[in-house]
């Protein structure tokens, strides 16, 4: 059973930095693309980035330059680094897996069932 496990998440003051992290059980496909969505109740889920299984990273253009999503393979975890934070930021975030496109995922995946999620981990931001 494929499992997604969200940590990291917290109250921070704008401007502020968090670091989530996401345990990935090990019978997940290593060619997924790894991604972070977010979403506020009510919305539906926004993608935030990405990772393929090459390494190579796609953003949303609203965290462009302040985001950063990693992995270690080694710890079958998955990091995103969330630098200079703005209130309007304050949502859930979901570690999500996928055998789609890193691009694909990012832009259509939230509204996909068949996506694996996490649980998430809750992010407020304060003014």
């Known amino acids: 059973q494929v499992q997604l496990v969200e940590s990291g998440g917290g109250s921070v003051q704008a401007g502020g930095s968090l670091t989530l992290s996401c345990v990935v059980s090990?019978?997940?496909?290593?060619?997924?693309?790894m991604a972070w969505f977010r979403q506020v109740s009510g919305k539906e889920r926004e993608g935030v980035a990405a990772?393929?299984?090459?390494?190579?990273?796609t953003y949303a253009d609203s965290v462009k330059g302040r985001f950063s999503i990693s992995k270690d393979n080694a710890k079958n975890t998955l990091y995103l680094q969330m630098n200079n934070l703005k209130p309007d930021e304050t949502d859930v975030y979901y570690c999500?897996?996928?055998?789609?496109?890193?691009?694909?995922?990012?832009?259509?995946?939230?509204?996909?069932?068949?996506?694996?999620w996490g649980q998430g981990t809750e992010v407020t931001v304060s003014s």
């Open positions: 990772v393929d299984h090459d390494g190579s990273t």
């Open positions: 999500a897996g996928d055998p789609s496109t890193c691009v694909v995922l990012l832009q259509y995946g939230g509204a996909w069932t068949r996506v694996y």
């Open positions: 090990r019978s997940i496909d290593s060619r997924y693309c």
